[in-house]
């Protein structure tokens, strides 16, 4: 498998379900068609990545609930390596649950954020990602 290119903006996207990664795949191109976007679908596939990349992704948007790792186990195994300090890392997920975002932050999540059901609403998600995570307001 290549290494990720991660020479400018880079997102890597980490949930199983197709539609839902079919639809952040959209919604950056739309709105940060500069960022390379790399999709995986589970925590070992994310870990392992981050293993063999020398430049660590821009952000990584991570669901909750995927098979073989799921995405707290993924965060607390991120937290744990000291090279990935300053990785930000926003929970992505289907929950709303609070204690789900308790421990999101507990476990130094940079953000938790539930899955939109309207395009409407991922568009105001990607432009809040943009500006605290990728390259500040749309205008920059």
Same mark, same amino acid.
């Given at each position: 498998? +290549? +290494? =990720?290119v991660c020479e400018a903006?880079?997102? #890597?996207?980490?949930d199983d379900d +197709?539609?839902?990664q079919f639809l952040l795949q959209q919604v950056f191109n739309e709105y940060c068609p500069e960022c390379h976007v790399t999709v995986l679908?589970?925590?070992? +596939? @994310?870990?392992?990545?981050?293993?063999?990349?020398?430049?660590? =992704?821009? @952000?990584?948007?991570?669901?909750? /609930?995927? =098979?073989?790792?799921?995405? #707290?186990e993924a965060l607390v195994r991120i937290r744990q390596e000291p090279r990935? /300090?300053?990785?930000p890392v926003v929970v @992505?997920?289907?929950s709303n649950q609070q204690e789900d975002r308790e421990k999101a932050r507990q476990l130094k999540a940079d953000g938790f954020f539930t899955k939109p059901s309207e395009m409407r609403e991922y568009s105001e998600l990607m432009l809040t990602w943009r500006r605290d995570f990728l390259v500040g307001t749309p205008d920059s």
């Open positions: 498998m +290549e +290494e =990720p903006l880079c997102v #890597f996207i980490v +197709e539609d839902d679908s589970n925590g070992l +596939e @994310l870990l392992a990545r981050l293993s063999k990349t020398t430049i660590l =992704p821009t @952000l990584v948007l991570l669901d909750l /609930n995927m =098979p073989l790792m799921g995405g #707290f990935y /300090n300053a990785l @992505l997920t289907t």
